[in-house]
């Protein structure tokens, strides 16, 4: 399986069923699990008092196997049950069985003392918000000082929203079973569940994955490499449509997100007014005037000699000119990146706009863009279903903003981003993306590669200059991480592209 899928809690039940049924024993599989979170708690901790708190499902029969084998290896182990030792059935009963040593109830008592404690109360079982007693055995949990060792998800944690359920755990580290799940990724579940290990417990076969984790390896073999025989005109052109003279600098910010990102031409089209601004600004990006949706219709004839993407929204106004240059770019051949102002100008009217964008365009709202373009009011958690749900709808690609960036096609495959520093939350960073993500489209990537080679793209550029950031730096930050992108994988710089690296933030 793609080691970048991400699984839902049905399919994670439905990959340990094809394993049961191929012939592993499910024992075997909740053996292996506890094995691993054991040994990632001897990898991580010096030996020291432990409390493993065990629930009353499977996630908590994962938990009497690590208790087992940490006392084996002679850590001093107290396990604490916060559930009733009947409701134990299954492989759980039997793990608890095999468990010798004493076995108490929660109570104030229960963490007094200990170095670690193994959270093995819930996993993807969880289905109600956490309440009452369980409650107060989890806040006894995060107020006390030891680390957190979560057994596959902190006890809490919606697995296919990342939601809080009531109350949940925050982690130190979580280990998790044979692929990430979405709460893994999508805040605030991924805060809470500290650094994720992956580990392998013995599930093999093919899956068929809808969610992956956003990574080079997915869309690197397309991503566009000038060659030695081609020219500018080959690698694209990018049009940006420009508000008016007071607001001129977001459309130069995603004009130079597209140039620094290899687009071969980029043009800025803006109203008469402003371009005497653009003028005094841009040097290799090149100036029209358009004032109008028919004027803007004329450079999109343009699409018939390039690869023309145009970008439109950046600062241009919640307007029906807006509405209407929108409309007079998505009735031209030029594939479309819609962003800010150009959603917000459909709101109260989506299908004007759903009617006419095709399969490659691609939408860059974030929640509130979102929220008054598709009428969903986000929730916590919501966000991946809601992102699948809106390009469903909108029959395009749409890349719904924030630190844990979705990217939805309308056939349901969708990205989660995970390697975004905070530091990217500023004026104009969304800009910038806009014009990467129309950068790599016309340079010929497929628009939900390009969405996610851009947002990936976007991230790694935060990363390399980190705090301080401001969004003119974005683009300059581009080639280093190009150059880094560009080399052989083996002398590739971790920090950039590992999974790891991502995920500590
Ligand atoms: N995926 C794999 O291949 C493997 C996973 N393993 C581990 O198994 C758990 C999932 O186990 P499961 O038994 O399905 O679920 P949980 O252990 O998470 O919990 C289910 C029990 O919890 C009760 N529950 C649910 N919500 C609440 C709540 N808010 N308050 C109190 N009790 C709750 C639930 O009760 P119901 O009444 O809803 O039935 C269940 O009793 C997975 O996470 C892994 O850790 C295997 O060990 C290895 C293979
Ligand atoms: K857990």
């Known amino acids: 399986m793609n080691p970048l899928a991400v699984l839902s809690a049905k399919e994670m039940r439905a990959a340990e069923q094809a394993a049961i049924n191929g012939g592993v024993a499910s024992a075997a599989l909740m053996e292996t699990a506890g094995k691993q979170v054991a040994e990632v708690a001897k990898q991580e901790w010096s030996k020291r008092p432990v409390a493993v708190i065990c629930g009353p499902g499977n996630n908590g029969g994962d938990g009497f196997v690590a208790a087992r084998l940490l006392a ?12 009733d030792r009947e409701t134990l059935k299954g492989d759980a009963k039997l793990m608890a069985d095999l468990y010798e040593g004493e076995v108490s109830e929660f109570d104030a008592n229960a963490l007094a003392g200990v170095g670690l404690i193994i959270d093995a109360i819930f996993g993807t079982g969880l289905t109600r918000p956490i309440e009452g007693d369980v409650k107060t055995a989890l ?3 995060n107020a006390h000082p030891a680390p957190v060792l979560s057994v596959d998800i902190p006890s809490g944690v ?11 755990i925050q982690a130190a580290r979580t280990v998790t079973f044979h692929a990430k799940q979405p709460a893994h990724l999508l805040f605030p579940g991924r805060a809470l569940c500290g650094v994720v290990d992956v580990v392998d417990i013995g599930i093999t076969g093919e899956f068929d994955a809808k969610i992956f984790e956003n990574h080079p390896s997915l869309w690197g073999a397309r991503f566009p490499r000038p060659s030695w025989m081609g020219h500018k005109y080959e690698r694209g052109h990018v049009m940006c ?17 597209a140039l620094r990102i290899g687009a071969g031409l980029v043009t800025m089209l803006s109203p008469s007014a402003a371009a005497p601004v653009h003028a005094s600004h841009l040097t290799s990006i090149m100036l029209r005037e358009a004032n109008t949706a028919d004027e803007i219709a004329g450079h999109m004839q343009d699409a018939e000699k390039s690869n023309l993407v145009t970008i439109i929204g950046p600062a241009t106004g919640v307007s029906e000119q807006t509405r209407d240059k929108t409309l007079a770019i998505l009735n031209s051949s030029a594939g479309a990146v819609l962003d800010a102002d150009a959603l917000t100008s459909f709101a109260g009217q989506p299908d004007a706009l759903f009617d006419v964008l095709r399969p490659d365009d691609v939408l860059t709202p974030h929640t509130g863009e979102f929220s008054r373009l598709f009428s969903v009011e986000m929730k916590d958690g919501g966000k991946l279903d809601a992102a699948r749900a ?18 939805a096609a309308p056939d349901g495959l969708a990205i989660i981003n995970s390697n975004a520093p905070p530091d990217l939350a500023t004026a104009g960073s969304g800009d ?15 628009g939900f590669e390009a969405a996610a080679a851009g947002v990936w793209f976007h991230g790694a550029c935060g990363q390399t200059i980190g705090p301080g950031l401001i969004a003119e730096d974005l683009p300059k930050a581009v080639p280093s991480v190009l150059r880094q992108l560009l080399k052989p994988l083996q002398e590739q710089d971790d920090g950039l592209t590992s999974q790891q690296g991502a995920q500590q933030q």
């Open 158 to 168: 919606s697995t296919d929203e990342g939601a809080v359920l009531g109350f949940a």
């Open 139 to 141: 806040e006894a949990i």
């Open 72 to 83: 084996e290896a002679e850590w001093p182990v107290k396990v604490v049950r916060v559930c």
């Open 390 to 407: 809106a390009s469903k709808k909108a029959g395009c690609i749409v890349v719904l903003k924030g630190p844990d960036t979705i990217i």
């Open 241 to 257: 449509v420009s508000g008016g003279p007071m607001s001129t600098g977001a459309a130069r910010l995603a004009a130079e997100g």
């Open 432 to 446: 910038v993306l806009a014009g990467l993500i129309a950068g790599l489209k016309a340079q010929g990537m497929g």
